[in-house]
């Protein structure tokens, strides 16, 4: 490692998983060392009750501890931690930021949509020259970022439209029928609708679903995110995804997508109706995969 670099690590505590990145950076370089998820499903069952449950924060305390591990292997010199949607309704967020902070020594920061959006889009333009009339679109477990610019100002919009809740609500059980696709459909349609961002914008995919979205298209036998960097899939190509998975239960989704992690195989679904609907409002006939988000944004807005 070069004198003037140093070690850096950002952990994104989402509503469907945990994910970490360490990276060494100076001012002229960013060098990724180690990048890892785990499908914790924090917001699993937040909509009905309101709260971050026991065993959802089991979960995550449990993969930060694996995480804590890989960042003192590395000798990491700081840590930026933030939480996103499901911390940001749950009702128990001061209590689960404290018992983070007691057992693991992590402080972690809960920012707004417009935040989050802004810092993925740090990651997202660093990685890639001369990006210009984009939409970014970030499809969490709760909420969706849809990130773009306006006259030279990077806006975020924040909707209340993740997988996980999508999930919950229409997709319970796989494959799913015919009725609770219209009806997960409609409620895309309707919550898109409002949001005044123009057409023929360059879309740019990033985080979980996306990426899978991509392992799936490159029919990968195991996940890997650097040949799933920067490809383009059609419109088309989703819609030939989508009528694959939707006629298949969990297990036989599991089975058929070896790329996919097995945690994500029953919010997939949602996933590809979410991005599928996105697509067709703002008439993009193709998207690129991202695999740079808010995990770089988090280190490049400090270094």
């Known amino acids: 490692m070069e004198n003037n670099m140093v070690k850096i690590a950002s952990l994104d505590l989402g ?66 931690a ?56 970030d499809i969490g477990g709760r909420s969706t970022e849809f990130i773009y610019e306006d006259n030279n100002k990077v806006v975020s919009h924040s909707l209340d439209l993740g997988v996980v809740t999508l999930t919950e609500r229409y997709f319970s059980e796989l494959p799913a029928n015919r009725e609770n696709i219209l009806k997960a459909e409609q409620e895309v349609i309707e919550k898109i609708s409002n949001l005044k961002i123009s057409n023929n914008k360059l879309l740019i995919g990033v985080s979980g679903t996306a990426t899978s979205l991509g392992s799936i298209y490159l029919e990968q036998e195991r996940f890997n995110e650097d040949p799933i960097h920067n490809i383009e899939i059609s419109q088309l190509e989703l819609t030939n995804i989508k009528n694959i998975v939707q006629k298949l239960s969990e297990p036989a989704i599991i089975t058929k ?47």
Do not use: C, W
């Open 257 to 303: 997508f070896n790329g996919v992690d097995p945690k994500r195989a029953k919010t997939i679904t949602s996933g590809i109706v979410i991005l599928e609907n996105i697509m067709k409002r703002y008439e993009n006939s193709s998207i690129i995969i991202s695999k740079n988000d808010i995990l770089e944004g988090l280190i490049l807005k400090k270094y």
């Open 15 to 80: 509503s469907n998983s945990t994910r970490l990145l360490i990276a060494e950076v100076s001012e002229e370089k960013f060098n990724t060392l180690e990048r890892s998820h785990v499908v914790t499903k924090m917001a699993e069952g937040l909509e009905e009750n309101g709260f971050i449950s026991d065993e959802a924060r089991k979960r995550v305390i449990k993969t930060l501890k694996t995480f804590l591990k890989q960042i003192k292997k590395h000798e990491v010199v700081e840590v930026f």
């Open 82 to 137: 933030v939480g996103t949607a499901a911390m940001r309704d749950s009702s128990n967020t001061d209590e689960f930021i404290d018992e983070i902070k007691r057992k693991l020594d992590i402080e972690v920061e809960i920012i707004t949509g417009q935040q989050e959006g802004i810092i993925t889009s740090l990651g997202v333009h660093h990685f890639m020259d001369n990006l210009q009339n984009y939409l970014i679109v």
